[in-house]
């Protein structure tokens, strides 16, 4: 182990036969780990291999019980109303737990209210369905389509649910998990499941649907129930702030 302050030569073997072995030293004085930083760092390696593992043994399950059909679909479930719960309760706390609301403090409310009329109904509301010809994501206009070439990667990252597309795009949505809770009860969270079976769809075009989706099997527009909301929210501001 180096001393605190020394610098260090790594020597690598050759990229290719005949060539010099591959050199590189530290760009300035080492410092060793402090203590317990590095079982900390092992412990982390540990715990993600572990999740590595797991998540392994449920794309094989899925993979093995994915049964070919015309269209599937996915939908919120209870996970995600939680999370708007949350959220609608935290809005809430913050309305009518301020004590004086002024004209600058009222336009911050209804800005970042109206901003949210956009994204709950996207929360209670997603649906994703899957036909021959790829992915049916429902939004506030209309639903979005996603050819099954333009999928790169389904994955749960944290709290999301990420499907990623060609040229950087995404869609995304999010909702509370427990990961102690899940390991101890044996539970699959229901983004790691639809994570599963897309990444399984996206390796082996085998398993997709084989059929083609009616529009109403789509999802419907999201919009009306946005300025529901956000006609909602608005009176509720209005009455706060007169009140």
């Known amino acids: 182990m180096p001393c605190d302050g020394a ?3 790594l020597i690598g073997a050759a990229e290719e036969p005949g060539e010099p072995p591959v050199t590189e030293w530290s760009t300035g004085p080492v410092r060793p780990l402090a ?33 070919v059909v015309p269209v599937r679909r996915w939908r919120a479930g209870p996970v995600d109303w939680l999370g708007t719960f949350l959220v609608v309760q935290w809005a809430g706390w913050i309305l009518w737990g301020a004590a004086d609301l002024g004209l600058w403090d009222g336009a911050l409310l ?3 209210g109206l901003m949210g009329a956009t994204l709950v109904p996207r929360k209670l509301l997603w649906r994703v369905t899957a036909d021959r010809t790829g ?34 795009d995404h869609w995304d949505v999010s909702a509370p998990r427990w990961p102690w809770l899940q390991r101890r009860r ?10 599963a079976e ?27 129930f946005a300025v529901l909301l956000a006609l ?3 009176a509720l501001l209005v009455t706060r702030w007169l009140s």
């Open 35 to 67: 203590g317990g930083a590095a079982g900390r760092r092992l412990a982390r390696e540990e715990r993600a291999a572990v999740r590595a593992a797991r998540d392994e043994e449920l794309a094989a399950t899925v993979r093995a019980g994915i049964a």
């Open 198 to 224: 897309l990444s399984a769809m996206i390796a082996d075009p085998a398993l997709r649907p084989t059929g083609e989706s009616e529009v109403g099997e789509r999802g419907r527009q999201l919009w009306p």
């Open 135 to 168: 992915l049916w994501l429902n939004g506030l206009r209309r639903p979005r389509h996603v050819p099954w070439d333009d999928l790169r990667s389904a994955r749960r990252e944290a709290f999301e649910l990420q499907l990623r597309v060609r040229d950087g």
């Open 7 to 9: 610098e260090i030569l």
């Open 110 to 112: 209804l800005l970042g």
């Open 232 to 234: 909602a929210w608005t």
């Open 186 to 195: 044996g539970l699959i969270h229901p983004y790691d499941a639809l994570a």
